[in-house]
């Protein structure tokens, strides 16, 4: 007896993808989160910051976004940025600020960054794999979107022989927990 077709595949995500993944990013998080993190304050900024991702996955091969994808509907689910470095992260990989702000927010957003770089640098001297961010449409949160994520970036580190760890709000911390992070 044939098993139960999947709702959902996971993939890599392509430049032709981050529109969407932009997007589906937006509508997951909180004003504070998009605004400190994102650096992204309205819908309006998306397109820069689509374009910013965009640029950020062509130069940096050590970024690998995934996405999850309904069958049904063809439509991005979930995405999450990976960074796989398998010897030491070189430092032209850290965090910056996005190149649209400017004066006192560019310093403070620098700052901001530089803390999370360090810690990064000081937790991992060698090679790891590193959940950047993770994200599921709200409306479809707790249907194994995030989990099929999870699993494939630990079992990336398990087949690199490499540590894999995340930067997470208290949010996904039981999922995270599930999968060993």
Known sequence: MPGKPKRMRVE???PEDM???VRVEYECFPNFVREAFLRCSSEAD???LTQSSVN???RDPHVVWIKVVDNASGKIVAGSQWKVYPSSAPESS???PP???TGEMRE????ELQLFNERRRVVNPGG???LHVCFTRPSLCRRAAGAMMLKWGRDLADALFLPAWIEASAEGSLLYKTFGF
Do not use: C, F, Q, S
């Open 12 to 14: 890599r995500g392509t």
């Open 19 to 21: 529109d969407e993944l």
């Open 46 to 48: 998306l397109p820069r």
């Open 56 to 58: 950020y996955m062509m």
């Open 94 to 96: 850290d965090d910056e």
């Open 99 to 101: 190149p649209w702000l």
């Open 108 to 111: 403070r957003a620098a700052k």
């Open 128 to 130: 790891y794999v590193h």
